[in-house]
């Protein structure tokens, strides 16, 4: 080999293996808690995890005992007949005993929801049976108007942990701030409505979330002022922030969905898949 050669051979089996590695487009949805750390077990009693097929697909939150708020897009391509909602974890690898396991007897989808757009990201899955409430099985309540931008909250999930798929062992957590739409925006190019909501790391640290976060809660003083949504190409990246659905500007519809319940607005169809973004949760 003469000299250079080990060089260059190095720098293209890089290149070759970045090429390689799992890319989203920008705006694609989210799908990992970066730069966090594990939560204490059973200490954020509200989380869901929103499974198909025996893996875990997306968050939620605990509403009320038969009420679990998720994100929309965590329904697109799937028949929610097949899902389980399962509360009270901390570990999803082993049948732990404080876990309650549901299936879905309704989704109801915002009815602005847009794939395309990720406009009113948001829906409610209402429960086969009402959870049992306890040290590892809570409610989550509701905001009445937006957090301020520089408010610190925190966002938890199940989703990986590095931009190469490696999944958590247990519930992970991260602590975020809020940014002002206006500067969210202009990362976005314009692409953000009013009802989301943005949150970056607040040092210069990589930390959010980043498929299977999706649907958790962002909560900042123990009410749920966010629901995740999308992210960018690289996790936590902060020229493009993390975006959610501001959950303050729904508060209305989730209330008059769960009051009339059954005798309410018919579920939503299982929808077709078309042409938005890629990388569903």
């Known amino acids: 080999m003469r000299p250079g050669e080990g060089s260059w051979a190095c720098l293209l089996l890089t290149l070759t293996a970045f090429q390689m590695l799992p890319m989203r487009p920008p705006g694609s949805w989210a799908s990992r ?14 989380m ?3 499974s198909f097929q025996g893996q875990h697909h997306c968050g939620g939150f605990l509403l009320q005992t038969r009420w679990v708020v998720s994100a929309a897009h965590c329904f697109r391509d799937r028949d929610p007949q097949t899902g389980l909602v ?3 974890a901390h570990d999803l690898r082993t049948a732990e005993a404080t876990q309650q396991v549901f299936s879905i007897s309704a989704v109801f989808m915002h009815p602005d929801y847009h794939p395309a757009t990720h ?3 948001i829906c409610l899955l209402r ?3 009402s959870a049992i409430l306890g040290p590892a099985v809570g409610l989550l309540g509701l905001p009445r108007r937006p957090p301020r931008a520089g408010a610190q909250c925190k966002v938890a999930g199940w989703g990986s942990v590095s931009d190469f ?5 247990v519930l992970m957590e991260a602590e975020v701030r809020v940014l002002g739409l206006d500067i969210c925006n202009s990362s976005w190019r314009g692409q953000l409505s009013p009802a989301m909501l943005c949150t970056r790391s607040g040092d210069r640290r990589r930390r959010g979330f980043c498929s299977a976060d999706s649907g958790g809660p962002l909560v900042c003083r123990n009410q749920a002022h966010g629901v995740v949504s999308f992210s960018g190409l690289w996790c936590g990246n902060p020229k493009t922030p993390d975006v959610y659905t501001l959950v303050s500007a729904f508060v209305t519809w989730i209330w008059d969905v769960v009051r009339r319940g059954p005798h309410g ?3 939503s169809p299982p929808p077709r898949t078309t042409g938005g973004p890629a990388g569903v949760a």
Not at 33 to 46: A, C, D, L, Q, W
Not at 165 to 169: F, G, K, Q, T, V
């Open 33 to 46: 808690i970066i730069g966090g750390h594990k939560v204490t077990p059973h200490s954020r009693p509200y």
């Open 86 to 88: 399962v509360l009270g």
């Open 265 to 267: 607005p018919q579920p």
């Open 119 to 121: 406009t009113s990201d």
């Open 165 to 169: 798929e490696e999944l958590p062992p």
């Open 48 to 50: 869901a995890s929103v």
């Open 127 to 129: 429960l086969n049976s």
